[in-house]
Every structure is written in structure tokens, then in C-alpha cells.
């Protein structure tokens, strides 16, 4: 009778032990090389991120000087390329034209204006020395800030000029940044395909067309948010111009303007807007102060109640508690920038979760940006 140690069970036995055993070490090592390849990822995200974020700008531009493009085309019936040119040449000259016209001028109002908010938050700071906390506060405030305990310390007007003239370098800065974004956009919008058929090809090839749905879906999600954002802007901007000169407020035109261009950012944007607004209705009187906030509360209330949930009907829309999370972590991460690129950020993660996971992997319906909301 053979033995039971020798015999074809315990060698079959023993073979499936092996193989069991390397598998499971072919496991550990995909779930390592899994792990260090996403902690690798991540550390060049947060190495590269503000040029990442700078790449994000131009693909926003590249999308609204196609969406452009698209009704220049439906109107003159010009193929894509002539119509992209003659946008970014209608562009060019309204803004050679906006800088002749009037921007020459609120560039030499802008240290004016400067100096009105340095004198009325000195005005504010000495009615509110009148309390005891608020002495205590700027006191030990503006101490910390000037770094030592000899000498006088600036007030608070002083402190803010001192600020706004050092930040000479971050607005050169940001110029140049400007510029690097724009031609990028221009050259993404002018040769799309180019580019992105470079991109499809770094996934399988039995991926790509599932890749290329969800990077149209996400494309076209951001196209439907810039219009919406666009009409928005427009109408926050006319509308603080207007209401300002109505009001008699100084600088109409550049308070208008920044109102325009900060309403970019939902939320956030239309808080910080009203600040300059309110600083120089503060020079005037309270009256002018209480006429300013009211106007901006009724523009922003508008914008917020009436026409986005008008125009984010048509276009695309985000629940606000993810959209202000996502804010607060672009402005911890990346500051006024991320804060600034967050809601198109979420729009595209948004849409890649909800198609490539939700749908893909858990195969429930995805709900994409811009869907009814589910009660």
C-alpha cells in the first residue's frame, strides 16, 4: 500500500498550496505598486499644482473660445478654424477698444481708490477704538504685524496701503501667468483633436471609447457652466454700475467691473466683491454704506434665486454644500486661484465619478450636473 505522504493527492495538495502562494504575493505586490503609484501621483499634483491649475485656466479658455466658435459658426456658416481666429480678433479689438475707451482712465483711478479704503478703514478703526475689545484687537493685531515693540505702530490704513503696494511682484506675477494661460487656450482651441487624441491614446484601447464619452460629457458640462457664469457676470456687472452711479459712489465703473469678474466665483465671489463697494460708500456716510449693501444684497439675491436656477436649467449646476467644500479646499490648497477654478474642477470630478464609477462599477443611473435633482 503506498504511503500517503507520497502519493498524487498530497503532490496536487502541495501544488495548489504554491500556487496559492504566489498568487497572494502577486496581490501584496499590485496593491504596493497600486499605493506607491498613487502616493507618487499625488506628490506631483501637489509639486506641480499650481501649473497644473494654470493648464485647468487655459483648457477653460479653450472651451469658451470653442463655444464661441460654434455660433460664429452656426451664424457665417466658417469652418471651425476661420471661426476661432475671428473670435479671438473680435476679443482683441474690444479689448484695445475697452482700453482706449475707458480702462486707461479707471487704471489711473485705481491708487485713488486705494487710498479711499485705506482712509475709511482708518475712519471704521477709530470709531471702533471706542470699544475696548475692538481697541485690544487692533492693538495686539497691528503689533504682531509690525514685529517689534519699538516704534509707533501704523494704522490699520497704513498697513493695508503698505500691503496693496508690496503686492507689486504678485500682480507682475500673475500678468505673466495670465499670458501663459491665454496662449495655451488659444492653441487648445485652435488645434483641439491634436491634443486630445494624444491624451486618448494613454488609455487601453478597449477603454478609449468610454474614456471619450466621459471626457465629452465633462466638456460639455464645463461649456453649459461657462455661458451660465458668462450671463451672469454681465448682468452683476451692468447691474453694479449702474446702481453705484445711481447712488453717487466713486469709481462706478471699476467697482462695477470687479463685481462682474468676481461673481466667476459663486458664493464666495459676491461676498468679497461688495467689501471695496462698502469701504468707500464708508467715506460718504452711512446712508451711502446702507444703499450699497442693499444694492448688492438685491443684484446677488437676484443672480442667486432668479436667474441661476434660470440659466443652470439649460446648463449645469452643483449642490452647494460640495461646491462651497470644494472652494474652501482649492483656497487651503492652491489660495485665490484654486478658489477661483473650483467650481469647474467639481464640475469635471463630478462628472467622471458619476459615469466612471457610479455608473461603470456600482451600475446604478448616474446623476450628472445639470439633472433634476432626485427628492
Known amino acids: 500500500m503506498a504511503d500517503d505522504d507520497t502519493g498524487p493527492i498530497p503532490m496536487i495538495r502541495s501544488q495548489r498550496d504554491t500556487r496559492d502562494l504566489r498568487d497572494f504575493w502577486r496581490r501584496c505586490l499590485i496593491v504596493a505598486a497600486t499605493g ?12 506641480v499644482g499650481h501649473a497644473l491649475l494654470l493648464i485647468f485656466a487655459a483648457f477653460l479658455v479653450a472651451v469658451g473660445l470653442g463655444a464661441l466658435a460654434r455660433l460664429v459658426s452656426k451664424l457665417t456658416g466658417l469652418s471651425r478654424h476661420p471661426a476661432v481666429i475671428s473670435v479671438i480678433t473680435a476679443m482683441v479689438l474690444l479689448v484695445a477698444a475697452a482700453m482706449t475707451l475707458g480702462t486707461m482712465n479707471v487704471a489711473a483711478q485705481a491708487p485713488q481708490l486705494q487710498n479711499q479704503v ?35 505702530t501704523p494704522s490699520l490704513g497704513e498697513h ?28 487648445l482651441a485652435l488645434r483641439p483633436s491634436l491634443y486630445y487624441d494624444g491624451l486618448l491614446r494613454l488609455f487601453p484601447p478597449a477603454r478609449q471609447h468610454r474614456a471619450d464619452l466621459i471626457a465629452h460629457e ?20 451692468l447691474g453694479s454700475m449702474a446702481g453705484l452711479w445711481a447712488i453717487g459712489i466713486p469709481f462706478p465703473l471699476l467697482l462695477g467691473l470687479l463685481a462682474g469678474v468676481l461673481t466667476f466665483i459663486p458664493y464666495l465671489g459676491a461676498l468679497v466683491s461688495a467689501i471695496p463697494a462698502l469701504l468707500i460708500a464708508g467715506m460718504h456716510g452711512v446712508w451711502p454704506m446702507l444703499y450699497v449693501g442693499a444694492l448688492y444684497l438685491a443684484l446677488h439675491l437676484i443672480e442667486g434665486y432668479v436667474l441661476a436656477p434660470l440659466i443652470q436649467r439649460r446648463t449645469a449646476s452643483i449642490a452647494p454644500a460640495f461646491l462651497l467644500s470644494v472652494q474652501v479646499l482649492g483656497g487651503a490648497i492652491a489660495g485665490v486661484l ?37 427628492e
Do not use: C, N
Open 118 to 152: 485705506a482712509q475709511s478703514i482708518d475712519a471704521l478703526q477709530g470709531k471702533l477704538r471706542h470699544y475696548e475689545i475692538a481697541t485690544h484687537l487692533f492693538d495686539s493685531s497691528m503689533g504682531s504685524k509690525s514685529g517689534s515693540s519699538s516704534g509707533s
Open 338 to 374: 484654486g478658489i477661483a477654478l473650483a467650481t469647474p474642477i467639481a464640475l469635471v470630478i463630478a462628472v467622471t465619478i458619476q459615469l466612471s464609477y457610479v455608473q461603470d462599477v456600482i451600475g446604478e443611473e448616474p446623476h450628472l450636473p445639470g439633472d433634476t435633482p432626485r
Open 36 to 47: 506607491m503609484g498613487s502616493i507618487a501621483l499625488l506628490w506631483f499634483v501637489w509639486t
Open 218 to 237: 465633462a466638456t460639455d458640462a464645463v461649456r453649459r457652466w461657462l455661458s451660465g457664469r458668462a450671463i451672469s457676470m454681465g448682468l452683476v456687472g
Open 160 to 187: 493695508l496701503t503698505s500691503e496693496l503696494s508690496s503686492a507689486a511682484t504678485v500682480t507682475i506675477t500673475s500678468v505673466t501667468d495670465l499670458f501663459v494661460v491665454l496662449i495655451i487656450g488659444i492653441y
